[in-house]
């Protein structure tokens, strides 16, 4: 249990998630430094209506139409400058790049609870147009199937992205009935979070296949879906703060993980291993572009796992707790369908009314409890021979043996456990501070995230 990761902490929030700061252009993810920003949100304005009737809801390509003579993309002329916070890119992904901008756009309307403009510019497109005209959006992408992501099938539906955006927009589902503020946090964290993170990873498994077929050219094949990839998880510097990178920025400082220029270790460890990927695409490395790959899924999970962290804490707030209950829940979405196999099972305790984790074995491990000493000395403890784990806070052989009594086990009970807590619709959750790490760690150990890499928040 990785209680470091509360050490100091003093209840304070100097960086909120939704300040209403308008300046996004500042934080940059260079080598060199990262001045971070403050605020999720952008001073794009625009009337209460999408003004753009073009809906894109196909994008179903595993080059999300950057195959398409009718996307900027590809060997066509890049209109922009060459690189974006410290990645240059190998093709011209202008498109997708923009697409940044209509994340700003709806996070603006969502916190003026303009849900149909932002909604309009969901489903619509503003800022991506192509070249015949049309709009590339984010709900083709999020309601799309067959992509290169791990979500629909975790969550068992195809356009499972789309489904947590459209429930926040429409006030429906795990947001029905939740006050506007609880909807503002949904939509503008899922847009800018679950779904562009689940726009890079598909992006970047779809590179990682073109590369592995033999298709490594820069316009067509593997390094332009990577490019893509990093358009979406970074976009332009002036946008940057309407993306994933804001949330990484903001979590190294609550947790103290910069490095000594200051950027977040989550970015650097990103970027860096986004710019020697693309090389490794470009020189067929299996290797390195699938430990590239590896690399970027395991720091967002670190960078989102201290979100989570650090909003699940704050839940005890009498004025604020179901805000910080609903950024905790979009946050938790953003990593949920790569971290929820890995909370490990647990065993319920009838007497104690406590669970003892039992690692991924299945119900038999909950008979196989027993009360021993480590080597025949010290303290007697409430030790699993089938998972090898320790059930915490038993202190009697009598309430050791209660588990084999009457077994209740529970499949990734962390992740059961996370949602349970994080039902936007149950005002019981609220009032408590959580520390959810438990619950998280063995997605931890799976990734191989230390407690140095998730810090302490303060």
């Given amino acids: 249990m990785m209680l470091a990761a509360f050490a100091g902490c003093i209840g304070g929030d100097d960086d909120d998630d939704d300040s209403s700061s308008s300046d996004a252009s500042s934080s940059t993810t260079s080598d060199t430094s990262d001045s971070s920003d403050s605020s999720d949100h952008s001073d794009h304005s625009d009337s209460d209506h999408s003004d753009h009737s073009h809906s894109d809801t196909s994008d179903s390509s595993d080059s ?12 066509a002329v890049s209109t922009m400058d060459g690189e974006d916070g ?23 309307h969502a916190n003026a609870g303009e849900w149909t403009a ?5 489903m619509n497109g503003k800022n991506a147009e192509k070249s015949d005209g049309s709009y590339r ?21 195809d356009g499972s992205v789309d489904a947590h955006i459209m429930a926040a927009l429409d006030g429906t589902g795990d947001f029905n009935g939740t006050s506007d503020t609880v909807r503002y946090q949904g939509v ?9 993170v689940a ?9 990682v296949a073109k590369a592995d077929a033999g298709n490594v050219d820069n316009d067509s094949g593997a390094p332009h879906n990577w490019d893509e990839g990093w358009a979406f998880f970074h976009g332009p510097d002036e946008n940057v703060g309407c993306g994933p990178v804001a949330t990484l920025t903001k979590r190294a400082n609550d947790f103290g993980t910069n490095n000594a220029d200051g950027v ?13 990927g693309l090389a490794d695409l470009q020189a067929s490395n299996q290797a390195g572009y699938t430990d590239a790959t590896n690399t970027v899924v395991k720091n967002v999970i670190i960078a989102y796992s201290q979100a989570v962290l650090k909003y699940t804490y704050k839940m005890d707030s009498a004025t604020d707790g179901p805000k910080y209950q609903a950024e905790a829940y979009a946050f938790w979405k953003t990593i949920e369908a790569y971290v929820g196999d890995y909370t490990d099972n647990a065993c319920y305790n009838m007497n104690t009314h406590t669970m003892g984790w039992v690692g991924s074995s299945d119900a038999t491990a909950c008979g196989a409890f027993t009360w021993t000493q480590y080597q025949g000395q ?13 059930a915490m806070d038993i202190t009697s052989e009598a309430d050791c043996n209660k588990f084999g009594e009457m077994p209740y086990h529970y499949e990734n009970y962390g992740a059961t456990s996370m949602n349970n807590i994080l039902d936007l619709t149950d005002a019981s959750q609220l009032g408590t501070s959580y520390d959810v790490s438990a619950w998280l760690q063995p997605a931890w150990d799976h990734y191989g995230i230390t407690a140095e890499d998730i810090g302490s928040y303060s």
């Fill in 64 to 75: 999300s139409d950057s195959s398409d003579s009718s996307s900027s993309g590809g060997s």
């Fill in 118 to 122: 932002a909604k309009g510019i969901y």
């Fill in 86 to 108: 410290g990645y240059t890119y190998a093709s011209n992904v202008d498109n997708h790049r923009s697409l940044m901008a209509d994340m700003c756009d709806i996070k603006a």
């Fill in 264 to 276: 977040a270790n989550t970015t650097y460890a990103i970027q860096q291993a986004m710019i020697t």
């Fill in 378 to 390: 010290g303290d007697y403890m409430c030790y699993n021979t089938v998972s090898h784990t320790v």
């Fill in 188 to 196: 503008a964290k899922l847009t800018a979070n679950m779904a562009m």
């Fill in 199 to 207: 726009y890079t990873i598909h992006e970047l498994n779809s590179a």
């Fill in 137 to 157: 959006t984010l709900a083709g992408f999020a309601a799309a199937t067959g992509k290169n992501h791990n979500y629909d099938t975790y969550y068992g539906a």
